[in-house]
């Protein structure tokens, strides 16, 4: 997933282990007219197969009862379907964790813009089924939203290759672009571009959107700079060899103020002095010709979204999120699905990924402040 980014997951406690194995016809659907995102270069497929990695390990946790997802066997690799292969209770808690959280969050956006339409905007969203969960699961908040995906072409190519082949997938593209007003689909599952009113898949490198200014760099169709938006990045930033210049130019020229503007982010963090963990976790990600330029804390994430335009923010690591958002029913529930003996282990691998959600209220946002920044959290400013 993801561009120099990366894909929406990528180290995992499975890193650390050295485990291997995102014109309006009704109803039309046409090729679509793509100019963006280059060739892949050979440095970058290390990056792109991580997106293997995020959707077995998706898959994983729905097989063992931690996650509900009607779609994720749709995206997963060769091998890695039913029956294939199985992570350990370790990863698939954090798993769950990781995407429970940043579903709890993304549908408070959500509630805050019931009755006009909202944005997300999904940075190396590789074979990520979130756009579907949601039309699925929460259909009255959702009627409403534009969905933008990007990542590498490479990346985008196979998962618009596999949207336009599937029926049920494809039916759903099409009906949410009806709701939004116009009902054509169109789809180019060789440069990997889909575009509706509704749904949008853009085959882009992050790396040329961060160095372009207003005028410059990848045109983004159907992007609104004027509607609430929501920007996700799963393991993203810390591709990038400049993630703040990304950041100013999401908040200065793709979504300008005064239009409100969310993030959600989740990585690792690399604390300073390094830790056995994170010294490991690197060493492991080097073998597979991965580096990552990873922050040490928590208050150094709040600063970066701070620096970028962010009104507030705020932040928490997983061993938290696990012990103060998740109740104590579902506690017992997941704790019953499978035997979890490495629990120091579980922590440690806690304290080193984290989530953190920022906004700008801008004009008419005002209820995000009551929502997101009253939720529990480690690290908070703003």
Not at 84 to 99: A, D, H, K
Not at 271 to 276: D, M, S, V, W
């Amino acid at each position: 997933m993801s561009s120099s980014s990366s894909s929406s997951t990528i180290p995992n406690l499975s890193t650390f282990r050295g485990a291997g194995s995102r014109g309006r016809g009704r109803g039309g659907l046409r090729r679509a007219n793509n100019n963006g995102g280059q060739a892949p270069t050979n440095r970058d497929l290390p990056i792109q197969q991580t997106d293997q990695d995020a959707s077995v390990a998706r898959m994983s946790a729905v097989q063992m009862g931690y996650l509900e997802d009607a779609f994720a066997g749709c995206f997963v690799p060769a091998g890695g379907g039913v029956g294939g292969e199985r992570r350990m209770p370790v990863i698939n808690r954090g798993t769950y964790v990781r995407t429970t959280t940043l579903d709890q969050l993304l549908t408070l956006f959500l509630t805050t813009f019931p009755s006009q339409p909202s944005q997300i905007l999904s940075l190396g969203a590789g074979s990520d089924t979130r756009f579907f969960r949601l039309l699925s699961q929460t259909p009255t908040v959702s009627r409403f939203i534009i969905y933008h995906e990007l990542d590498f072409p490479l990346i985008t190519s196979q998962k618009t290759k596999t949207i336009s082949q599937n029926p049920r997938l494809l039916s759903m593209v099409r009906g949410h672009a009806e709701a939004m007003g116009g009902g054509e689909v169109e789809v180019d599952p060789e440069s990997g571009a889909l575009y509706s009113e509704g749904y949008n898949i853009h085959p882009v490198d992050l790396r040329e959107l961060a160095a372009g200014g207003a005028a410059q760099g990848p045109q983004l169709r159907n992007l609104n700079p004027r509607v609430p938006t929501l920007i996700i990045s799963e393991c993203l930033l810390c591709y990038l060899p400049n993630p703040a210049a990304l950041l100013t130019h999401l908040t200065t020229a793709l979504i300008p103020p005064p239009t409100p503007l969310t993030i959600l982010i989740y990585e690792p963090l690399s604390p300073r002095p390094p830790t056995p963990f994170s010294l490991t976790m690197t060493s492991n990600l080097s073998l597979r010709n991965l580096s990552l330029t990873l922050l040490p804390s928590l208050p150094s994430q709040l600063e970066r979204l701070i620096s970028a335009g962010f009104e507030s923010a705020r932040a928490g690591d997983v061993e938290f999120l696990w012990e103060r958002w998740v109740g104590g029913e579902e506690k017992r529930r997941v704790g019953g699905l499978e035997m979890l003996d490495e629990v120091e282990e579980w922590k440690l691998m806690g304290r080193h990924y984290c989530v953190v959600w920022g906004w700008r209220a801008g004009e008419g946002g005002a209820n995000i402040e009551s929502l997101w920044g009253a939720l529990p959290s480690q690290e908070r400013t703003g």
